[in-house]
């Protein structure tokens, strides 16, 4: 039989190896009990849940105790599926917006009155904004509700963050103002108002400034496929109106200079105006002016029939704010 050799070597091999296997063993329970942040987890998450991140669902009440009005049936819910089920003919202008669900609900009181609540959940606070300027009615009178409202034949109309609802009566009886007034006090209380204006549109100076004239455009503006993410105000100067836009990404410039190629082409150019150091481009489309310019990366526009010196003072202010904002 051969004769055995006790390879010393080996042993230390084998036990050197095996030496660290504790310390792995620790470092491994140590990272499994940390919190982790990888692929799976993020900051926002951390940080609690968006204000952005809303439900796409209303509950109404079912009841209007104080008017006397009771939900007819259960919500009803639509998506992008169904939403022609509920406003054929007109679930495309909500889908440019980005339309994510509407929560409706009827509700009758005892005299025969009737009211309908529609509310729109969009994918955002602007496009919530851009729906309800779309469909705001020149005739109404402007409320203090939401973000901005109006009332107009009897019916109202708010946005408020991402939500655009609408609330309309009929049957013209009593009682159907106590319900509009109530489901408008619920509503309220179901949807949160932003904890702060939007920044976009508090951007445009405030004197002279039309009530409830804001709007966006998330794409197509003025008619153009190459501008979008735009918002408006109007101002009131020499008895006329004047719409001011403002477009502000890395690709303002751009779109500046292609709309002025657009206009060039479409409408009657005039020569550019020095206002307070910045060239304003000028043009007369159907008889009205359309002004524009750059600061930095913001592209602005004022349209209207209001006479030169107003349009020039307005510019004045609108280059003010573009320059302040620039310093702060």
């Given at each position: 039989?051969?004769?055995k050799y006790?390879?010393?070597?080996?042993?230390?091999?084998?036990?050197?190896?095996?030496?660290?296997?504790?310390?792995?063993?620790?470092?491994?329970?140590?990272?499994?009990?940390?919190?982790?942040?990888?692929?799976?987890?993020?900051?926002?998450?951390?940080?609690?849940?968006?204000?952005?991140?809303?439900?796409?669902?209303?509950?109404?009440?079912?009841?209007?105790?104080?008017?006397?009005?009771?939900?007819?049936?259960?919500?009803?819910?639509?998506?992008?599926?169904?939403?022609?089920?509920?406003?054929?003919?007109?679930?495309?202008?909500?889908?440019?917006?980005?339309?994510?669900?509407?929560?409706?609900?009827?509700?009758?009181?005892?005299?025969?009155?009737?009211?309908?609540?529609?509310?729109?959940?969009?994918?955002?606070?602007?496009?919530?904004?851009?729906?309800?300027?779309?469909?705001?009615?020149?005739?109404?009178?402007?409320?203090?509700?939401?973000?901005?409202?109006?009332?107009?034949?009897?019916?109202?109309?708010?946005?408020?963050?991402?939500?655009?609802?609408?609330?309309?009566?009929?049957?013209?009886?009593?009682?159907?103002?106590?319900?509009?007034?109530?489901?408008?006090?619920?509503?309220?209380?179901?949807?949160?108002?932003?904890?702060?204006?939007?920044?976009?549109?508090?951007?445009?100076?405030?004197?002279g400034r039309?009530?409830?004239?804001?709007?966006?455009?998330?794409?197509?503006?003025?008619?153009?496929?190459?501008?979008?993410?735009?918002?408006?105000?109007?101002?009131?100067?020499?008895?006329?109106?004047?719409?001011?836009?403002?477009?502000?990404?890395?690709?303002?410039?751009?779109?500046?200079?292609?709309?002025?190629?657009?206009?060039?082409?479409?409408?009657?150019?005039?020569?550019?105006?020095?206002?307070?150091?910045?060239?304003?481009?000028?043009?007369?489309?159907?008889?009205?002016?359309?002004?524009?310019?750059?600061?930095?990366?913001?592209?602005?526009?004022?349209?209207?029939?209001?006479?030169?010196?107003?349009?020039?003072?307005?510019?004045?202010?609108?280059?003010?704010?573009?320059?302040r904002e620039?310093?702060?």
């Open positions: 039989m051969a004769k006790d390879n010393r070597a080996a042993r230390w091999l084998r036990l050197v190896l095996l030496l660290p296997l504790p310390i792995i063993a620790f470092l491994l329970w140590r990272s499994g009990d940390e919190t982790r942040r990888g692929l799976f987890e993020s900051a926002l998450s951390a940080a609690g849940t968006p204000a952005t991140i809303l439900p796409s669902k209303l509950y109404l009440p079912a009841h209007l105790p104080g008017a006397g009005f009771n939900m007819a049936d259960t919500s009803q819910y639509y998506d992008k599926e169904n939403l022609y089920v509920k406003i054929d003919g007109h679930d495309v202008a909500f889908f440019r917006f980005g339309f994510v669900s509407l929560t409706f609900a009827a509700y009758a009181g005892e005299n025969g009155g009737a009211l309908d609540v529609y509310a729109y959940r969009m994918d955002r606070r602007e496009n919530a904004l851009g729906v309800y300027a779309a469909e705001r009615s020149d005739d109404r009178t402007n409320l203090s509700v939401a973000e901005a409202g109006y009332e107009s034949g009897g019916a109202l109309f708010f946005y408020c963050g991402p939500w655009y609802v609408q609330i309309i009566p009929s049957g013209g009886v009593a009682g159907l103002a106590a319900a509009t007034r109530e489901i408008l006090d619920s509503l309220g209380r179901i949807i949160p108002v932003p904890a702060a204006p939007s920044a976009a549109l508090a951007w445009f100076p405030a004197a039309v009530e409830n004239s804001d709007g966006y455009f998330p794409d197509n503006a003025f008619g153009v496929d190459f501008i979008g993410d735009v918002f408006t105000t109007q101002y009131r100067a020499g008895g006329e109106l004047i719409t001011v836009f403002r477009q502000r990404s890395d690709s303002a410039v751009a779109m500046y200079d292609r709309y002025c190629n657009f206009l060039a082409a479409n409408a009657e150019p005039e020569d550019a105006k020095n206002v307070a150091g910045v060239a304003v481009a000028r043009y007369i489309d159907y008889g009205e002016r359309i002004w524009l310019f750059t600061i930095d990366d913001s592209f602005i526009g004022l349209t209207g029939s209001a006479p030169e010196d107003d349009m020039k003072k307005l510019a004045n202010e609108l280059i003010a704010a573009g320059q620039q310093t702060e």
